[in-house]
């Protein structure tokens, strides 16, 4: 268990610090950039994915905050979740935690790759696509694990 969360530790704060610092850039920096198929351009996301939840604006960095310290203890009443799941944790607390440093710090999330070749996409972060890998991750598993048991009760059958 202590490698799993050291392991975990370590990816949480090169991810942080890595899209904390490209987000100071784009806040602080000017680092906009225009291309022709996607643009580095500087937006801020007062909601959740695609703007979701906005009117909570003030209030949403409090609810995420809750969310985290809840998900937190449960990881410690149920550390065989943890053990399981470390890699894409690190990945979700990471992206998470560092979205919500940006309500706190920049009064939204700071966002700025976005994607308008042949159709306009959500503007979004380093920390919002950790956030879906760590998702995947987990579907990823939970499904090789759903058909290993179901091999398995062909196999005992």
């Known amino acids: 268990m ?3 969360f050291k392991i975990a530790i ?11 610092v490209v987000k100071f850039g784009f806040a602080n920096l000017a680092w906009d950039v225009n291309g022709p198929y ?9 909601g959740v994915a ?3 939840f906005s009117f909570l604006e003030h209030n949403l960095k409090y609810i995420q905050l809750i969310i985290v310290l809840i998900a937190t203890l449960y990881l410690f009443k149920n550390q ?5 799941y ?3 944790i690190a990945l979700l607390y990471a992206g998470g935690v560092s979205n919500i440093l940006d309500r706190f710090t920049y009064g939204g999330v700071v966002d ?6 042949l159709f306009d996409f959500a503007i979004f972060n ?21 058909r290993e048991e179901k091999k398995q009760k062909e196999i005992n059958s």
């Open 2 to 4: 202590k490698k799993e």
């Open 126 to 146: 380093i920390a919002d696509v950790m956030i879906d890998l760590a998702v995947v991750i987990i579907i990823y598993k939970q499904i090789k694990q759903s």
């Open 38 to 46: 996607m643009s580095l351009k500087l937006a801020y996301n007062y």
């Open 50 to 52: 695609f703007s979701m």
């Open 10 to 20: 370590t990816i949480f704060v090169v991810v942080f610090i890595i899209d904390q």
């Open 86 to 88: 470390y890699l894409p």
């Open 112 to 117: 700025y790759f976005y994607w308008h070749y």
């Open 80 to 84: 065989n979740v943890f053990k399981e």
